[in-house]
């Protein structure tokens, strides 16, 4: 089993940047990759970013790129999503997932959730 605790989000006007941080516990935190995903009030769940146990790569959603970048720190048991460049459409929930193997942007794909932290941007 792997516990995921989000937090980071909260309100910040369009053009800002929140840094989510998604803290690990339970089993070897470096084993697992980890995404994030969001879903606003209405709309599936969409994948933000994911990274591989050893952060070599990353890999973002289409509509993020550019400007959400995804990082971990394995001392730490802890991944961050650093988001630049609000705008109001990422509005939303954000949830990290884990999984063993190689990072996905699919959320089927992850065995383990976090219980979310919201993220409200306003013009």
């Known amino acids: 089993q792997v516990q995921l605790v989000e937090s980071g989000g909260g309100w910040v006007q369009v053009g800002g940047s929140l840094r989510l941080s998604c803290v690990a516990s339970g089993r070897t935190f470096s084993r697992y990759a980890i995404g994030w995903f969001r879903q606003a009030p209405g709309k599936e769940r969409e994948s933000v970013a994911a990274i591989p146990w050893s952060g070599r790569s990353t890999y973002n959603g289409a509509t993020v790129k550019g400007r959400f970048t995804i990082s971990r720190d394995n001392a730490k048991n802890t991944v961050y999503l650093q988001m630049n460049t609000l705008q109001p459409e990422d509005t939303a929930d954000y949830y990290c997932?884990?999984?063993?193997?190689?990072?996905?942007?699919?959320?089927?794909?992850?065995?383990?959730w976090g219980q979310g932290t919201q993220v409200t941007v306003s013009s």
């Open positions: 997932a884990a999984r063993e193997g190689i990072p996905r942007l699919v959320d089927y794909e992850y065995d383990y």
